[in-house]
């Protein structure tokens, strides 16, 4: 990490010193971010496509988007809910996120366990035809690889969004759609996850679009 | 037909300027913070990304790193939970568009609180002076969507740890910033200051500023509510900005 910041080597570093390695270090990881991102999107890009076409139909024939995530996933499951169901342009269709209702997650985490607070709710309301879209950055989130084992018990497409080349989530038999990227650190991987995210909504409205 | 994945405009890294602002951004939070503020986070238009920075603070992705006090405001009624929770000393993170009405309210109100304000956001520039500190990508329209603000809070949250450990071994740079301290007499110095209502009684409020409650004459502007913004000068209320 010392290359990065070149003042940590110093017994008194001033200000001015500091600020200019910070700039610096601001810059290269922005400069890696961005190329973990187009390295994602490009690599990907045939998965991606086939997850668009999957949950483009899956809408078109009533299905509803369940996005969840755990901590910065269950951020990204909310924003991912939030452009599908109301997007600044194109087609809103029904998505929301399992991760928003404190009653509810504090209830099953409560009652039976966090590893239930994704499952217990597609038991409760995923209908064959929906779609179950979890995100975990590590891949290994026992709760997200619950859901989706329910999701596909009842019928309904399962699409995973992670970080670390897949992880537990891109080896096991429950998810047909996996979304991988692969980066160093956690946040240059949620990063890239959320450009993953953001394609993938706009392959969707493009297939929406053509064929309404 | 394939729809084209749109390539972002970052291949290249930050905008010019912006990795200067963050690193005095990410100084000033962590003398805050080190100072023992807890910074609110608030995004009426994106929620999520308020709570994606207050988890980031509290419960670090990497392991060892201090849990920090960082909170994300409700978007309904938040510059009433903004003014009830927030101390002086305290930072107001606040992400969105410059055309934000919810936003521009309360970043108008948090000098009068004694909170150090950072905006982040695209679009549009706001205008000069808006926030304390504003991190800003003018042409990443898709920012919210695709990963590039959270990429400003990540980096935001690194630069912060930096300087939390490694700003000298007695944190001398973490100190706070030295004010003036010389004898000034505030009658004839042209000191204006952001002062909130409180409470009215007859022609004297009861205001809240960055230093304290103190009250003030209205006679010059008139009949006052609670909330209005005023600017004050030696226990005279001498403009109103916001009326209420």
Known sequence: ?212 | MTASTSVRPDAVGLPEGLPDDLASTSLALARRLHAGATMWCASPAWPHHAQHVAVEFVHPVIVGKPALPAVALPPIALTATARANARPGDVLLVIGPSDDAAIGDVLLRAPAWGVTTVWVGSGPRPAAGSADHVLWLPDDTNAAHDGRFILLYHLLWELAHVCLEHAGAGGELLAPAEACDGPVCITCSDEGRLAEVVRVSGTTARVRTADGSEDVDCTLVGPTSAYDLLVCHAGMAITRLVAT
């Not at chain 1, 899956?58 to 924003?79: E, I, K, M, V, Y």
């Not at chain 1, 809910?81 to 997650?105: E, I, M, N, T, W």
């Not at chain 1, 590590?138 to 995973?160: I, Q």
């Not at chain 1, 959320?194 to 392959?203: G, N, P, T």
Request: a negative charge; hydrophobic letters at 50%.
């Open chain 1, 1 to 212: 990490m010392s290359f990065l910041y070149p003042m940590l080597e110093q017994q008194q570093p001033d200000a001015a010193t500091l600020l200019a390695d910070l700039a610096a270090s601001a810059q290269a990881k922005a400069v890696e971010s961005g190329r973990v991102c187009a390295g994602a999107l490009a690599d990907g890009e045939e998965r991606l496509e086939r997850a668009a076409v999957a949950i483009a139909i899956a809408l078109q024939a009533g299905g509803r988007l369940l996005c969840f995530g755990n901590g910065g996933s269950a951020t990204d499951a909310a924003g991912l809910a939030a452009l599908f169901a109301s997007p600044h342009s194109g087609q809103a269709v029904a998505a929301r996120s399992l991760a928003a209702d404190p009653a509810v997650l504090t209830a099953l985490a409560n009652d039976i366990g966090v590893d239930a607070i994704f499952a217990r709710q597609l038991i409760a309301h995923g209908r064959a035809g929906d779609i179950a879209l979890g995100l975990s950055t590590s891949g290994g989130s026992a709760n997200v690889l619950r859901a989706f084992a329910e999701g596909r018990r009842r019928g309904l497409l399962t699409v995973g969004l992670a970080g670390y080349g897949g992880g537990a989530m891109a080896a096991g038999p429950d998810l047909e759609h996996c979304l991988a990227v692969d980066a160093q650190s956690v946040h240059r991987t949620q990063e890239a996850q959320s450009a993953v995210a953001y394609a993938l909504w706009q392959r969707v409205q493009a297939h929406l679009e053509e064929t309404p």
